[in-house]
């Protein structure tokens, strides 16, 4: 098991960044695909972006392409969102989730485990 706590949230003005931060418990991390989700009022939750167990393979939203870079740090059992250039469609609580599978997946069913998530709101 994995237990995820998200932290980095925060209000920022539109064009600004911030990074967000994903700490995992348990000695396996590494045998994890981490995947960062977002979800915004009255809309169901995104994928956002994920990472490969070893770091090698990420993919993004195209919303986010080019904006966010996913990154970890298995040493510290941290996994990492970088987002910059944010504008006000960005504002969503942001999950970091876990799956079993290498690569993981665009789909939240894929994750068995989630954290609390971490509020990150743009104002413009």
């Known amino acids: 098991q994995v237990q995820l706590v998200e932290s980095g949230g925060g209000l920022v003005q539109a064009g600004g960044s911030l990074r967000l931060s994903c700490a995992a418990s348990?000695?396996?991390?590494?045998?994890?695909?981490m995947g960062w989700f977002r979800q915004a009022p009255g809309k169901e939750r995104e994928f956002v972006a994920r990472?490969?167990?070893?770091?090698?393979?990420?993919y993004y939203s195209d919303s986010v392409k080019g904006r966010f870079t996913i990154s970890r740090d298995n040493a510290k059992n941290t996994v990492y969102l970088q987002v910059n250039s944010l504008k006000p469609e960005d504002t969503a609580v942001y999950y970091c989730?876990?799956?079993?599978?290498?690569?993981?997946?665009?789909?939240?069913?894929?994750?068995?485990?989630w954290g609390q998530g971490t509020q990150v709101t743009v104002s413009s």
């Open positions: 989730a876990a799956s079993e599978t290498r690569l993981g997946s665009r789909e939240s069913n894929d994750y068995g485990y």
């Open positions: 348990g000695r396996t991390f590494s045998s994890y695909a």
């Open positions: 990472i490969s167990w070893s770091g090698g393979f990420t």
